[in-house]
């Protein structure tokens, strides 16, 4: 198809005529069926337009126009033919759709329309919402709005291997993202594809919503995840996250994603069996187009700006929700701030999950210990205050605090009381070991954890009594603070 | 048939820069040395700038507030205005 001189750009609305315009296919029976009420309505008096997306031949001495590129139909939301739309100076005043008589003459201003026809019948489809055109109607008539650059690849290129050789994966294959499947992607959300989300470090570059939209397609994200990823993007690149901090330590750190309030089942995100594991694509693929994100836009890559000494795993994706439905108590994000109900997202600098077993407990005391004595030993048994933990309380590990009457707030106060630690077992050269806290904190009581510094979450499997910790990074103004943001990017 | 697909980098207009040449002796030039705030790395800094005032260069330390973030954008143009020679590294 080539564009003739003045050839309206797809992407712009064509302009409706003025008085009434009828939408209609060949290809269903009502659009048939209203042929007589289309030619009593062209008697009418008032100019009356009729667009046909197929074939137009049915109409018989009707003049008609033809919308066979579906630009009318796609442009004016046209889901159900037959429609009849009045408009007046250019502007859509009042449309029905399918046959029903009273809206007709209402909408047409015409008594009487064809007695002999049932009073109503339901239209049919569109062909502009039809689910094996609706990619490639997007492209045409909405491609222009993104702004990335395009990159062709040859016939003979396999696509797979052509984005791992321009170095744009994490190591795993990832989704081409072609128009159609970013366009798509971008239906998740209502911002527009040319707002700025964030300034992502190390390179410090503006990303957009679309560059957002393309790493998650790579990512193999749903369009649904996307306002997940965006508010993720959001958090990430703050000041007080410091993912540029993150992303450059020698420590096994990377972000880590908790996703709180309903959406999270909406999504189908996984809380229960392997909640850490493989398995789940919103679970998955939203913590990788995070670390896609910061890796193609903010040119974070290991070797370059990323020096982990030894990384882990999850710095491919780490990112799962709370069980709040099994969940005996309020939720992390209500702790941190968010009004129940509510979406939110929690970033947290941690490193890989490490299993805490303890299947004899039966008290609260018990089991409060036991997860002590595995807490004190986390990065360093010798070293404290500086590193915030998350952890994750098994459904059987809850249910003893539980069934004792523990809410949240005494599971931590009691975690915190028995993190405390005499300064002379931690100063350096103690236990034999050089490393430690200086020696002038010695006559000192010191908790392991800062106040606030444990972020309990409840989630994993009905079976096993087990709890799980993920170590933090430096905590503070140095290093990072956890982050909670409302799902925001809708 | 061709496939097209979207570039998902930050697109950076990267312009080209030259090299300046290599001075032939520090001697009378100024030269930055950037403290990153790493525990013990001044003790090192204090070393070259000892060696970098024997051949008569002339020396401006700088800091970093922490090691973890970017240098702030004014530091980088105090640097950038106040030298003629920068010393970059990176270590552990």
């Known amino acids: 198809m080539s564009a003739e001189p003045n050839t309206p750009s797809p992407t712009v609305a064509p302009v409706l005529p003025d008085g009434l315009v009828v939408v209609v296919k060949q290809d269903c029976a009502t659009c048939r069926m209203v042929v007589p009420v289309l030619e009593q309505l062209s008697t009418s008096g008032q100019p009356v337009t009729i667009y046909v997306q197929d074939d137009a031949s049915f109409l018989g001495s009707l003049p008609s126009r033809a919308d066979g590129d579906l630009a009318v139909s796609w442009h004016h939301e046209i889901e159900t033919v037959p429609t009849l739309i009045r408009v007046v100076d250019g502007k859509e005043t009042n449309r029905t759709v399918g046959w029903l008589r009273p809206e007709w003459e209402q909408v047409s201003g015409v008594a009487a329309l064809a007695p002999e026809l049932p009073a109503m019948r339901p239209g049919c489809g569109s062909k502009s919402v039809d689910p094996d055109l609706a990619d490639e109607l997007r492209v045409r008539f909405t491609g222009s709005k993104l702004r990335a650059r395009r990159i062709e690849l040859a016939t003979l290129e396999d696509e797979i ?148 000494a030894h990384g882990n795993p999850g710095k491919i994706s780490f990112c799962f929700p709370e069980d709040e439905a099994g969940s005996p108590w309020t939720s992390l994000a209500s702790e941190r701030g968010v009004a129940p109900g509510r979406d939110a997202i929690t970033l947290f600098a941690g490193e890989g999950p490490k299993v805490i077993v303890d299947q004899l407990s039966r008290t609260p005391e018990s089991l409060a210990n036991s997860l002590a004595a595995a807490l004190r030993g986390m990065t360093h048994p010798k070293l404290v205050i500086a590193f915030d933990v998350i952890l994750i309380l098994g459904p059987e590990h809850a249910r003893v605090f539980a069934e004792a009457g523990w809410d949240r707030a005494r599971i931590l106060a009691e975690l915190h009381e028995r993190t405390q630690m005499p300064g002379s077992d931690l100063i350096r050269g103690a236990a034999g070991i050089a490393e430690g806290v200086p020696e002038s904190l010695r006559d000192q009581t010191l908790p392991k954890f800062r106040q606030g510094g444990i972020l309990l979450v409840h989630a994993g499997g009905g079976a096993g009594l087990f709890s799980t910790m993920i170590g933090g990074w430096l905590n503070g103004a140095a290093g990072s603070h956890p982050v909670t943001r409302e799902v925001s990017w809708r | 048939m061709t496939t097209t697909i979207l570039d998902p980098t930050g697109e950076r207009a990267v312009a080209h820069r030259t090299m300046v040449e290599r001075p032939a002796t520090l001697s009378g030039l100024t030269v930055g040395l950037l403290d990153i705030s790493k525990a013990r790395g001044d003790v090192f800094l204090d070393r070259l700038e000892q060696r970098l005032t024997e051949v008569g260069a002339k020396v401006k330390r700088f800091k970093k507030p922490t090691f973890t973030k970017p240098a702030p954008v004014d530091l980088r143009h105090e640097i950038a205005s106040q030298c003629q020679v920068v010393i970059e590294a990176l270590a552990d």
């Open chain 1, 161 to 308: 291997e052509t984005l791992y050789e321009r170095g744009w994966t994490d190591g795993l294959p990832v989704v081409p993202p072609t128009e159609a499947r970013v366009l798509r992607m971008l239906e998740g959300t209502s911002h527009a594809p040319d707002e700025v989300v964030a300034i992502v470090p190390p390179d410090l570059v503006e990303i957009t919503v679309e560059k957002v939209a393309i790493n998650a397609v790579m990512a193999g994200c749903k369009p649904e995840y996307l306002p997940w990823v965006l508010t993720a993007v959001q958090a990430a690149c703050t000041d007080e996250f410091n993912i540029h901090g993150v992303l450059a330590t020698t420590m096994p750190v990377g972000p880590v994603i908790i996703c709180n309030g309903p959406g999270t089942q909406a999504i189908g995100m996984n809380s229960g069996v392997n909640v850490l594991g493989q398995g789940n694509r919103a679970n998955l693929t939203i913590g990788r187009a995070l670390q896609l994100v910061i890796r193609n836009v903010g040119g974070g890559r290991p070797g370059g700006v990323d020096r982990a």
